[in-house]
Structures are given as structure tokens and as C-alpha cells.
């Protein structure tokens, strides 16, 4: 196979590593598809999240640094949890496609980010989520996949832990749905 085939860079967020399940199971989707994967582990300052131009002028950094050492055929996707959407700014510049999970949609660079791409995006979020605008989810792009009664770490607190499986499972279909019809159409 081509070394410079289709990639896909997985973001985490500030206390949700590659390992975790939206991450994890994104990584197994895209290698099914065939995809080189550049899983991405960071230790960003702690104070990070309290200046948002901050967060996405080091997130940005971080990517950019990333994205020039891979070389694919295809814009690589950038696949991101809540301040790895940080990086939504170096996917519009780029024309990269994304999938953002829980999003930071209450920071204002965030969002302008998102509005100015060009490129397909999903954005995953839970109802029970502070940072979960769906309303400023849906004027952004068409592909939402919104959980409910999920928080920010996709959980449904104070429900038996089959139905938080259950809503992974819900967002694992989205995120193929996505790939399969977006981002990676399959040509028969």
C-alpha cells in the first residue's frame, strides 16, 4: 500500500487520552477503513481552558506540527475531544474534514472556526453537556449526532452504566455513518 495513503489524526482532550472510548473506538473505525492513524498524546498547561484564543493558538500549534510531518494522499481527518475541537481553526484553514466530540461550543474561536469551514464536520454532543449548544451545533453543519441525557464525558449519570453503552453505540454509528457517506464515500 501507498505510504502516503489516507490519515487520520486523533486529538485528546485535556483529562481524555486516545484510550478513552470516543477516541478509542474512532481509531478502529478509521483503520478498518484503511487508514493510518496518528494518535495524539499532549500534556497541555493546566490552566489551558480559561483563555480560549490561548487554548486554540496552543492546540493549533500542536497540530500544525503534526499535520507537517505526515504526508497522505487525501486531507488527513482530524477526529477531537472537547479541547482537541480546539483545532477546528487548523481544519478550516486546511479544508480538513473532522469529528469534534463535545465540543467547546460557549468559546467564541471555537465556533468561528467551525463557521468558516469549508470541509464536512460531525459534532457529537450530549444534552446534559454545559458546553452542548444544539441549537448553535445545528447552524454549524448537518451532521449532529446529540445524545440524551449524556454530559460532557458522554455519561448518562444516574443510569445503569449499559445505557452510557448504549449511547456509545449510538455515536459509533454516527461517526461510521460519517466516514462511510462524507468523508470516505465507498464507490461501488
Request: glycine content about 8%; overall charge positive; some cysteine.
Amino acid at each position: 500500500m501507498s505510504p502516503r495513503r489516507r490519515a487520520a489524526i486523533l486529538l485528546p482532550g485535556r483529562n481524555y487520552g486516545v484510550q478513552g472510548p470516543l477516541l478509542m473506538f474512532s481509531h478502529v473505525a478509521v483503520q478498518s477503513r484503511g487508514v493510518r492513524t496518528f494518535p495524539v498524546t499532549w500534556s497541555p498547561p493546566s490552566n489551558l481552558t480559561e483563555d480560549p484564543q490561548r487554548m486554540v493558538d496552543w492546540v493549533s500549534d500542536e497540530v500544525t506540527k503534526i499535520l507537517n510531518k505526515i504526508e497522505t494522499d487525501d486531507p488527513p481527518l482530524l477526529i477531537g475531544k472537547a479541547v482537541g475541537t480546539a483545532a477546528a481553526g487548523v481544519a478550516a484553514s486546511a479544508g480538513l474534514p473532522a469529528i469534534w466530540f463535545t465540543p467547546l461550543l460557549h468559546h467564541y474561536p471555537v465556533v468561528q472556526a467551525m463557521r468558516r469551514s469549508a470541509a464536512p464536520f460531525l459534532l457529537v454532543g450530549g444534552s446534559d453537556d454545559p458546553y452542548w449548544k444544539p441549537e448553535l451545533a445545528k447552524s454549524l453543519t448537518s451532521f449532529i449526532c446529540e445524545v440524551k441525557g449524556a454530559d460532557h464525558g458522554m455519561f448518562l449519570r444516574g443510569r445503569p452504566l449499559a445505557d452510557s453503552a448504549m449511547a456509545l453505540s449510538q455515536v459509533v454509528k454516527a461517526v461510521e455513518s460519517f466516514l462511510d457517506t462524507e468523508v470516505w464515500p465507498r464507490h461501488g
